[in-house]
């Protein structure tokens, strides 16, 4: 029984866990986007994501410690230069999981893991262009003018104003 056990084991011993995920990992930070099988990507999650916390505070004892995981020096000063400037700001959730379907070999869900911060389809870049795009005005030219019109006359003339908006509507 495996009541209470967390892990996901992958069908792989711990050593073979343990290297494959610090793999995948580095990858992930190098390249900042993996396609895998959904089971590896939601385990690379769990896997990678107290990394990039770690990388937040620059410390030496917080590089050394990614570096056991990852065992890689390049990805490590990726992680602690470019990435941990990213996600300074954000409080978790670092990477996005996108199931892209079935493999043809052999039928397995692929899922492209990515980072957050690092995709311009999903960030800022497109909340841009929403905001450049004009905003249609339609009906409200007529309401604004013919509340000028009663705003600008006088006060005996709202009555006359009122009955050519009455024989604006029958007609």
């Known amino acids: 029984m495996r009541h209470g056990d967390k892990i996901k084991n992958l069908s792989r011993t711990a050593s073979h866990r343990k290297a494959l995920l610090s793999n995948l990992a580095s990858q992930l930070i190098t390249h900042k986007r993996v396609v895998t099988t959904l089971a590896k990507a939601k385990a690379l999650r769990v896997y990678a994501e107290p990394l990039i916390t770690k990388a937040k505070e620059n410390t030496t004892h917080q590089r050394r410690v990614v570096f056991s995981y990852l065992q890689d020096k390049d990805a490590v000063t990726e ?31 692929t899922a492209l ?5 690092f995709n311009e389809a999903y960030g800022k870049g497109k909340g841009e262009t929403k905001e450049a795009a004009r905003k249609t005005r339609r009906g409200s030219g007529r309401k604004k003018t013919a509340d000028a019109e009663v705003e600008t006359a006088e006060p005996g003339a709202e009555a006359s104003a009122e009955k050519t908006k009455a024989d604006e509507k029958r007609s």
């Open 113 to 117: 893991i990515e980072l957050v911060d």
């Open 79 to 109: 992680l602690f230069s470019n990435v941990s400037q990213k996600v300074a700001g954000r409080p978790g959730g670092y990477t996005r999981i996108i199931k892209l379907g079935t493999r043809v070999g052999d039928n397995a869900e």
